[in-house]
Structure formats: C-alpha cells, structure tokens
C-alpha cells in the first residue's frame, strides 16, 4: 500500500514529546521515500514494455516539451541578467569580454541545472502531486491495488524514468539558451562580439563543468519525482489535502534542490 | 478515433525523439569543444621526470612555442622523481638540446608544461627517452625573495633613513620658502622687488637681443648679415698672423730681438751704458748744480 489512512493523533504533551514526533514524521516519510524510490527502480526493469514505453514518452512530452517555453523564457533573462550584471562591473576593468566565461561556466555548473530544477519543482511537480493525490482521494490508487496493478510501476515508474531522462537534456537546453541571452546582451550593450563572447565562453569552461551539471539536474529530477509522487501519495482529506500534497511537493522539492546543488558542488568542487 | 489517438502518440514520440536528438547533439559538440580533444588526430605519448612539479595538474597544457599540442596525462611518483605523461599531437621532435620546463599561467595560480624541441642541427631523439625537466621558475619564491631584500635594504639599509632626513630637508627648503627667505622665497613672496627686478632684467635682455637682431652695435653688426666688420676682423687677424710669423721667423728689429741673442746682448750692453751714464749724471748734478749757483752770484 502506497496510501495512507487518515492518522488522528492526541495533541502532544510537552515540547519535547512534539519535538519527537516529528523527527518519526520525518524519520518515516524518508524511509517512505526512499522505499518508493527502490520499488520504482525496480520497476524499471518493465520500463521497456509497450504500455511503460508509451506512459513514459507521454511523461516525457509532458514534463519536457511542455516545459520548454517557461524554461525558454527563464533561461534566456538569466542569461542575460548574468551577463548584464558581471558585464557592468567587469567593464569598470575594460574586461567585458569576458563575460561570456562568466556565463558559461555559472550556467554549466550552477544556473542551468538550478533553475530547470525549479521550474520542473514548480510545473511538473506540482502537476505530479496534484494528478496523484486527486487519485489518492478519489480512490483510483486503491482501485488499481485491488486489481492487483502496482500502482508504482504504473504511475511512479514512467515519471521517473521521464524526468531522469528529460531533466539533464533540459538542463543542457537552459545553459544553451542562456549563454545565448548572455550573448545578446554582449553585443547589444556591452560591445562584446559574438566571435569573442563564444571563445571566451569555450575557453575557460570545461567537460567536467557540463557533466556535473548534467549530473546535478539528473539528481533534481529524480529528487522532485521521487518527492512529489509521496506527497501525492500522502494525500489525506479530499481537495484540502490535495491543496496542502502540492504546495508541499514543491517546497520540499525547492529546498531539495537547494540543499542537494550544494552538496554536488561540494563533492566535485571542493 | 483510434487512428486519432495513434497519431497523436506517433507525433508526441517524434516531438520528443527530435527534441532528444538535438539535445544529444549539442551536448556531443559540447562535450567536444569543452574537452578541447582532437579525436581524430593521431597522438604520441612522452614521459618526463621531474624532481618537483609545482602542482602541475592532469590536463594541464602542455606547450610548444606558444602553441597548445597536448595534455598531461597522468603524474605519478616515482622513487625521487615524478613521471609525467604525457598525451602529444603527432609531429614533435625533439633535439638533443631541448628544454622542459614548468611555467606558472599567472601569479594567482595554474601551470602548463612548456617544451623547447632544441636546435635543429642536432641530431633528434626518439619519443621513448627519458626526458629531465628542468627545476620549476617559482615566480612566488623569486617575487618573496625581492621583496624581502627589498625590505632588508629599507631597513638594514638605512634607506629609510635617508629618506627621512631628505624629507625633512625638503621640509626645511619648503618652510624657508614659504617665509619668503632666499631668491625662489623671495620671487614666490607677495614682495614684488626681486620679480620686478627680475623682469627688468629680462626686459633689458629682450632689448639686447632685439638690438642685437637688428645688427645694432659691434656685437650686432658682427652677427649680421653684413659681413663687413667681420672681413676687417679676418683682416686684422690675418695681418696679425702675419706680423707673428714674421717675428717667429726672426724677422724685423721686433723679431731680431726675441731670435737673435746679439741684438738681445747690445741692448744689455746698451742699457747698462744708459744706467752708467745716468748714475754719472746722478752724482754730477749737484755739483754742477752747485757750482752753476755759485758762479752765477757772481
């Protein structure tokens, strides 16, 4: 059983009986996680299936190409924000030409993968704990269990499979859009040529710094899969948990997205 | 309504397959441009050693003149030495004379490995020999060692001393001039006399110049145009010049005198005559004096 029953528990006594509690909470839905992650792994080994095929390119197709305006439109003015930016103070040093290293390298280890991390949090996530927890509430899961449908393999196996897939690709489509913004600004407004603004931009980046990030947005998507389908799992109390599933998923996914691009950048970085 | 449905997932798979490919794509040509490998060229491997590599990383550049023709492979320590590997465009050769040596890219860090092949009159080694670098230029040891004799010589030196009494003179100079004492006090005081004077000497000079240009006075008509005064100058040197020549020759009584030691000996003769003749008259004179009176009384 993905679901869970209501839970009614008498108010805690002290401070520190409420104090325990939620450590088990926390303790319990990182074990939920975690598990949901295993069995979806395991799943995977159907991933090949017509049926798994065909519900992971829809997935596919929505958590990627759907998204492609919104992170078109983000990737760009960031971009062209880092460029502006580092561009006017590096012009007190006549040295805007190098904002394209600038752009490049912040965008390939950090900007890249940190936004199309929260943009699939915000849409794609949202989207995920809100379609499961309506199932959750409307007893559709329940119906799949008792027909014996695993409803992980059915529902979680094909988003995860999607998003570790879509998220690098995406992450790559934002660094590539947004050294073009950057570049845009370069020389609409900093007089940094095209021909300079990409030497430089190839100059000082490296493979490392691209695989990183991939492997950096491959861990978020797995992440706001893994954390969004529990909460839409955990869903309790009709459309107000529903509600309460899905501006959970995406604050969890935020601060897992945060916390987790650290702790990358710290492991290959530092 | 099924073949609707069909299509539509025929259309989702090839937005999808598209969008993948490209993505695909462009990280490849990333992947290649980042690297900076040259895949399809053919490549050659050297080993140098090293005593200390300076912090020389893998994938450092490696340099010949100028020019980026590879990459450290693999460092590995080797009893005293470090083994460098390292991963060469094809097309080196190196001379019995080359240099390898470890470069810093800036004070604030980075290395490259730079190799100068040698003369080319020498004979070539093989890729396979063993190659010694040179000890590393460590540009922060030489820059801490200027430094510190630098502040040896400010402080053991005395220069600082130095420094300080020509302050305090300058001190003093100022101070003196600021109470208007000495010429450049008083021609910076509010006292106009010496600026007057000043002036007025200069104006003086401004008029004798001006004279001068026009040709006025002697000094003016000699740097004239007019080359009169100058032809009678040359004249009269040259007539003096002459007249010298003469006398050097031992020509003339002038010359005759200055040469000829006969001349010189008659007039000493001539001279001590006189001076006789002379104390002669000296010592009669009273006499004659005398007896002129006396015999005129009567």
Redesign the interface.
């Given at each position: 059983m993905v679901t869970r029953e209501p839970e009614y528990f008498p108010p805690a006594e002290n401070f520190v009986a409420q104090l325990g509690r939620h450590v088990i909470f926390f303790c319990r839905a990182v074990g939920q996680g975690g598990l949901l992650f295993l069995q979806a792994v395991l799943a995977m080994r159907f991933a090949l299936t017509k049926r798994a095929r065909q519900e992971i390119i829809v997935q596919m197709f929505v958590s990627g190409i759907k998204s492609l305006g919104v992170i078109t439109v983000v990737a760009l003015f960031t971009g062209m924000i880092l460029a502006l930016q580092t561009g006017i103070e590096l012009s007190k040093f006549n040295q805007e030409v190098n904002i394209g290293t600038a752009v490049m390298v912040s965008m390939l280890r950090e900007m890249g993968p940190f936004m199309t991390g929260l943009i699939l949090a915000a849409c794609v996530g949202s989207a995920m704990a809100a379609q499961l927890g309506t199932m959750v509430v409307s007893e559709e899961i329940a119906a799949l269990e008792i027909m014996s449908i695993d409803p992980v393999r059915f529902l979680v196996m094909p988003r995860l499979v999607a998003m570790s897939i879509m998220t690098p690709l995406l992450a790559f489509y934002t660094c590539i859009i947004g050294v073009i913004g950057g570049g845009i600004v370069g020389a609409s407004q900093l007089g940094v040529s095209w021909v300079s603004y990409i030497d430089n931009a190839t100059r000082f980046a490296g493979a490392k710094d691209l695989y990183v990030g991939l492997f950096k947005a491959l861990l978020f998507g797995v992440v706001i899969t893994i954390l969004s389908c529990h909460e839409g799992f955990a869903t309790t109390q009709g459309a107000v948990g529903v509600g309460y599933a899905t501006r959970k998923a995406v604050l969890v996914s935020f601060l897992h997205v945060l916390i987790l691009g650290y702790f990358v950048t710290r492991l290959f970085y530092v | 309504m099924r073949k609707d449905c069909v299509a539509r997932?025929l259309t989702?798979?090839m937005?999808?397959g598209a969008?993948?490919v490209m993505?695909?794509l462009?990280?490849g040509y990333?992947?290649i441009?980042?690297?900076r490998e040259t895949w399809f060229s053919r490549k050659q491997h050297m080993d140098v050693m090293f005593k200390n590599v300076m912090g020389l990383r893998e994938g450092n550049n490696v340099v010949v003149r100028g020019m980026p023709v590879g990459k450290i492979d693999s460092l590995v320590l080797e009893g005293p030495w470090v083994r460098l590997r390292l991963v060469l465009d094809d097309g080196l050769e190196m001379k019995k004379d080359y240099e390898i040596r470890i470069v810093a890219t800036s004070i604030l860090g980075g290395r490259y490995l730079e190799i100068r092949e040698g003369s080319e009159s020498l004979p070539t080694l093989p890729l396979t020999s063993r190659f010694v670098g040179h000890e590393p230029y460590d540009l922060m040891a030489d820059a801490a060692a200027v430094i510190n004799k630098a502040r040896t010589e400010l402080v053991e030196g005395g220069a600082i001393d130095n420094f300080k009494r020509v302050l305090e003179q300058i001190s003093a100079v100022i101070a003196r001039v600021e109470a208007g004492e000495g010429s450049l006090g008083k021609l910076l005081s509010k006292d106009a006399t010496l600026y007057n004077d000043v002036a007025g000497t200069v104006e003086a000079l401004r008029d004798v110049v001006e004279g001068l240009q026009r040709g006025e006075g002697t000094l003016g008509r000699l740097m004239s145009e007019d080359d009169q005064l100058y032809n009678d100058l040359a004249a009269i040197v040259a007539s003096l010049k002459e007249v010298t020549a003469k006398i050097e020759r031992g020509e003339g009584s002038l010359g005759k005198l200055i040469s000829d030691d006969g001349v010189y000996v008659e007039v000493e003769e001539m001279m001590k005559d006189v001076r006789a003749t002379l104390d002669d008259y000296r010592e009669t004179a009273p006499i004659v004096t005398f007896t002129s009176i006396f015999f005129g009384a009567f």
């Open positions: - | 997932e989702r798979e937005i999808v969008f993948m993505i695909f462009g990280m990333f992947t441009i980042l690297s």
